[in-house]
């Protein structure tokens, strides 16, 4: 398992986006939150499974049916302190 900083850009605020992200990663029990960010991306902690990144990339790239990805940057990161219990929509 890793966990990954995801910088989601294009049509992702006001469409339903981050819902409809945190819907599908709780169904797939994936862990961290998502969050819009000031400058019009989101921004996605997120503790994956090595046989769940696939998925969960597509899952990003594809969004809510309003939304429209333009770009997805991707990071792994050092949050080993951090315990999440689920995944959350945060403002």
């Known amino acids: 398992m890793e ?7 294009g049509k992702v605020q ?3 986006y981050r819902k409809f992200i945190s819907q599908a990663f709780q169904k ?5 939150y998502i969050r819009n960010l000031p ?5 996605v902690i997120a503790r994956i499974y090595d046989d769940d990144y ?8 594809k ?3 309003l939304s429209a990805v333009s770009d997805i ?3 792994i990161i050092n949050d080993d302190d ?3 219990d689920g995944f959350e929509i945060r403002t």
Request: charged residues 15%.
């Open 39 to 43: 400058d019009t991306t989101v921004k």
């Open 3 to 9: 966990s990954y900083r995801i910088i989601i850009s």
């Open 54 to 61: 696939s998925n969960v990339i597509e899952v990003l790239r």
């Open 28 to 32: 797939l029990g994936i862990q961290g």
């Open 73 to 75: 940057s991707i990071d």
């Open 82 to 84: 951090i315990i999440y």
């Open 63 to 65: 969004g809510s049916p």
């Open 14 to 16: 006001h469409v339903y």
